[in-house]
């Protein structure tokens, strides 16, 4: 069983930034980021593959979000710049055997944690 524990989140304004975490107590191939605004589904954000720190950002976060690994620490984190009023949501990260888009596929998942923008 791998427990994934994030911190992070907090409430921000309009063009800041803000940096998630997300530890994970197992090895996963892959860690994801995704986050789902009341009313919303759930949306990917972001992905890092362990081994090689490739990274594979949603379209919508390019240029903004970042995602990166540190091994020792079996930390993974979210940097987010430029911050909008229309990131608010609860940010979860979530770990798999595979790079997904949908979150179904994930087999572990943080207890997220909420980011607010404020414009």
């Known amino acids: 069983q791998v427990q994934l524990v994030e911190s992070g989140g907090g409430l921000v304004q309009a063009g800041d930034s803000l940096r998630l975490s997300c530890t994970t107590s197992?090895?996963?191939?892959?860690m994801a980021w995704f986050r789902q605004a009341p009313g919303k589904e759930r949306e990917f954000v972001t992905a890092i593959m362990w081994d090689y720190g490739t990274t594979f950002p949603a379209d919508s976060v390019k240029g903004r979000f970042t995602s990166a690994r540190d091994i020792a620490k079996n930390t993974v984190y979210l940097q987010m710049n430029n911050l909008k009023p229309e990131d608010t949501a609860v940010y979860y990260c979530a770990a798999g055997p595979a790079v997904y888009f949908d979150a179904g596929r994930y087999d572990y998942w943080g207890q997220g944690t909420q980011v607010t923008v404020s414009s």
């Open positions: 197992g090895r996963t191939n892959v």
